[in-house]
């Protein structure tokens, strides 16, 4: 492998495959999906897409759901992980925003709203269309940056820092990218034969590496 990886020309493959890949979280507008983003936080898209149906039929926007008391939302959000937070912070959300025109699409913006972060901010505008004004770093991407070698570091916030100096602000996509490719190929036990990112992957190269030093010895 290269001592010095251009990583904007090796992600290439990456952004090819999963770019025009749709968020997994089943939303229907921008309401949804921020209200889907805060309950996904720590918990599983899966889980969120079962009980969005019957929650939007209860509180079907933002108007609707500035005017319900948090325990109302429980029966409906208690599969997740932290629902009495997350229930209170989709009402002061809700609160704050008013209507669902009103939804902010800036980073910081949507920073500022109780129970959104970095992440759930950058996967906000992703979804909406919105150019990135950083880069998605979930479980998967904290697994997957660090082993390609294109980040090196198991905090989210360094690893989103990395990738973002490390490629030009239109590549920034790569974080959803990455988080793709770990839910499907670069798994705990990755299927690194079938990987797009195995000629520049540092994991890869050392098990590579580690077979020919067998076969030698």
Same mark, same amino acid.
């Given at each position: 492998?290269?001592?010095?990886?251009?990583?904007?020309?090796? &992600?290439?493959?990456?952004?090819? =495959?999963? #770019?025009?890949?749709?968020?997994?979280?089943?939303?229907q507008n921008i309401y949804q999906l921020?209200?889907?983003?805060?309950?996904?936080?720590?918990?599983?898209?899966?889980?969120?897409?079962?009980?969005?149906?019957e929650f939007f039929k209860a509180f079907p926007d933002m108007k609707a759901l500035s005017k319900a008391d948090?325990?109302?939302?429980?029966?409906?959000?208690?599969? &997740?992980?932290?629902?009495?937070? =997350?229930? #209170?912070?989709?009402?002061?959300i809700a609160q704050v925003v008013k209507t669902d025109k009103n939804i902010p699409l800036k980073h910081d913006q949507l920073t500022a709203l109780p129970g959104?972060?970095?992440?759930?901010?950058?996967v906000i505008l992703r979804e909406a269309g919105r150019p990135p004004e950083g880069v998605i770093v979930d479980l998967h991407v904290v697994r997957v940056a660090p082993?390609?070698?294109i980040a090196i570091s198991t905090d989210p916030k360094k690893i989103e820092k990395q990738l973002m100096e490390t490629l030009p602000?239109?590549?920034?996509?790569?974080?959803?990218?990455?988080?793709?490719?770990?839910?499907?190929?670069?798994?705990?036990?990755?299927?690194?034969?079938?990987c797009p990112m195995k000629a520049v992957c540092a994991y890869y190269q050392a098990i590579q590496k580690k077979s020919k030093n067998k076969v030698k010895s």
């Open positions: 492998m290269p001592a010095k990886i251009n990583w904007s020309d090796a &992600v290439q493959p990456l952004l090819k =495959k999963y #770019k025009k890949t749709k968020h997994p979280l089943e939303y921020l209200v889907m983003v805060v309950l996904s936080a720590q918990s599983t898209d899966l889980i969120v897409n079962k009980i969005a149906p948090e325990k109302l939302l429980y029966p409906f959000i208690s599969k &997740v992980r932290n629902f009495g937070n =997350k229930a #209170k912070w989709l009402v002061s959104i972060g970095s992440k759930s901010a950058n082993r390609l070698g602000p239109k590549q920034w996509d790569v974080g959803m990218c990455l988080s793709f490719l770990g839910r499907e190929i670069c798994r705990p036990k990755p299927l690194c034969e079938i």
